[in-house]
């Protein structure tokens, strides 16, 4: 079996049969040359499609790519340059996914001969929206985010012989349901000499702000020993009030405490 998914996966490049127990998938690559005029140059165009047929009854599903996240296409003017990439899948039963990015900044090189380098800096913004499938306890929903970022970095090469660079990475994350904002920064450092082979990144995640709707699950949860029923109720609707929190006799009790005697 596995002899033969190699031997149906002609590539990336190129038209492929990927095989698995629960489906199978066709699709093609298609790169287009570098389109250089004058200053400008345009690289790494590649357009793909694939489509899935499952084998559990789920509908077919197809996918459009201009380029790959992993992989974006870039256009340079210059010193001044950008990039980014385009992806669509659809299924018979609607939107999957739709995910798009687009960078824009400036980089530099030098060659001396006996050492060569580049800095950069660039901008981006990354889009997705998703379907996320139904379960036993919620149902099907579209969810988003929205990232901007900023790279700045570098590398230097000495005579092919060590190599040095680094990469810092910050960035904004919004995404929803449920609607929350995170912060995040990392840092990346390679050195390379002779056979010698050392990289460290270091990588931070804040949550900045978000509706308070996102801790409520666990206050239901812990609430359930006192009323499974509202518990359950409020977890299947996904949203919550002041009479799903408290209880009539719980409110009863709280007016008690604060009421005048005559």
């Given amino acids: ?14 038209p492929s049969i990927e095989l698995k127990p629960t489906s199978v998938t066709a699709g093609f690559a298609i790169p287009i ?8 140059t345009v690289q790494n165009i590649a357009f793909g499609a694939a489509l899935t047929i499952p084998f559990t009854g789920k509908p077919a599903r197809v996918r459009f790519n201009f380029s790959e996240r992993q992989d974006p296409f870039l ?19 609607g939107l999957e996914l739709f995910e798009m990015s687009i960078e824009v900044g400036a980089s530099v090189a030098l060659d001396l001969g006996v050492a060569s380098g580049e800095v950069h800096a660039l901008a981006g913004l990354y889009y997705k929206l998703e ?19 900023v790279r700045l970095g570098g590398s230097v090469n000495v005579l092919g012989i060590a190599s040095v660079s680094i990469e810092f990475y910050l960035g ?5 349901p449920p609607p929350e904002l995170w912060g995040q920064a990392s840092l990346t450092v390679e050195v390379d000499v002779l056979m010698f082979s050392a990289s ?28 499974a029923g509202m518990a359950s109720l409020a977890a299947s ?15 009863d009790a709280y007016a008690a405490a604060f009421a005048s005697v005559a």
Avoid at 33 to 40: A, C
């Fill in 1 to 14: 079996m596995n002899a033969l998914k190699d031997f149906l996966k002609l590539g990336s490049t190129g």
């Fill in 33 to 40: 040359p570098t389109i250089g005029v004058g200053v400008l």
């Fill in 75 to 93: 256009v340079t003017v210059i010193g001044l340059g950008g990039g980014g990439f385009f992806a669509l899948a659809l299924g018979l039963d």
């Fill in 131 to 149: 379907r996320i499938a139904a379960t036993d306890t919620a149902a099907e929903y579209d969810k988003a985010e929205l990232d901007g970022y």
């Fill in 172 to 176: 904004l994350k919004y995404q929803s």
């Fill in 200 to 227: 460290y990144s270091f990588t931070i995640e804040r949550r900045i702000a978000g509706s308070s709707a996102s801790a409520l699950p666990g206050l239901i949860a812990a609430l359930a020993t006192k009323g």
């Fill in 237 to 251: 609707t996904g949203s919550y009030t002041f009479v799903d929190l408290v209880s009539e006799a719980d409110w």
